[in-house]
């Protein structure tokens, strides 16, 4: 039986181990996205509201979190917007449809409270398939001017977005400390470092962009 709620505090520690256990190893050797979600929770682009997980038959098995992002037009105009991350499903249970679940749950309430477009970094084939199309394709830049292979954009709204080219910035909680990152993970049980063809892949689409 499935059921999607809000985070509580009695789920934190939870829902880091679970984040650490969906990324370990899959994008750097360990990983840090376990961190972000512990100081995440205190920063004032954090979104409670937009914060959820998923039990299966009780247990916990995933999550979503959000923060508010910006896109800022070529006459200084912004937009508040959101972004997520990172969306953890245990490994067990990954490729099962409660990811899709626990999306599809968040964009609805994502609406609900106003919001209508969603930028993201991450691997276009886990999201596609969910709305998400290049940056590009909604003139959406990042301050320098590029296009990341790795952004996408949703409109949780049609034509939210009017043609008009934006420059997007994300909260800057997301420019975590490694250093912090990697004391933090010490205070895990030990999981074995390992190099995966994974990172590699993560390594050329992060290091890719759109003409």
Not at 107 to 129: E, L, T, W
Not at 173 to 179: G, N, R
Request: overall charge neutral.
């Amino acid at each position: 039986m499935i059921k999607i709620r809000n985070e509580t505090a009695a789920d934190y520690k939870t829902v880091e181990d679970i984040t650490r256990k969906a990324f370990y190893n899959l994008y750097i050797e360990g990983c840090v996205e376990h961190y972000l979600v512990h100081i995440m929770r205190r920063h004032k682009d954090f979104i409670p509201a937009l914060d959820f997980v998923v039990e299966l038959d009780g247990r916990v098995i995933g999550s979503i979190l959000y923060t508010k992002a910006k896109l800022t037009d070529e006459n200084g105009e912004e937009k508040e917007i959101l972004t997520f991350g990172p969306v953890s499903i245990l490994p067990e249970y990954q490729r099962k449809g409660y990811g899709k679940q626990l999306m599809e749950h968040s964009f609805k309430q994502a609406v609900s409270m106003g919001y209508d477009v969603i930028v993201i970094f991450g691997s276009p084939a886990n999201y596609v398939s969910r709305g998400f199309k290049s940056c590009k394709k909604f003139h959406i830049c990042q301050k320098d001017g590029t296009y990341p292979s790795a952004m996408m954009v949703k409109e949780l709204v049609p034509h939210a977005l009017d043609g008009r080219k934006w420059f997007y910035q994300e909260s800057p909680v997301m420019a975590i400390s490694e250093p912090d990152a990697l004391a933090y993970d010490d205070s895990f049980e030990k999981m074995e470092k390992k190099h995966l063809p994974s990172q590699e892949e993560f390594y050329i689409m992060s290091h890719s962009f759109l003409k």
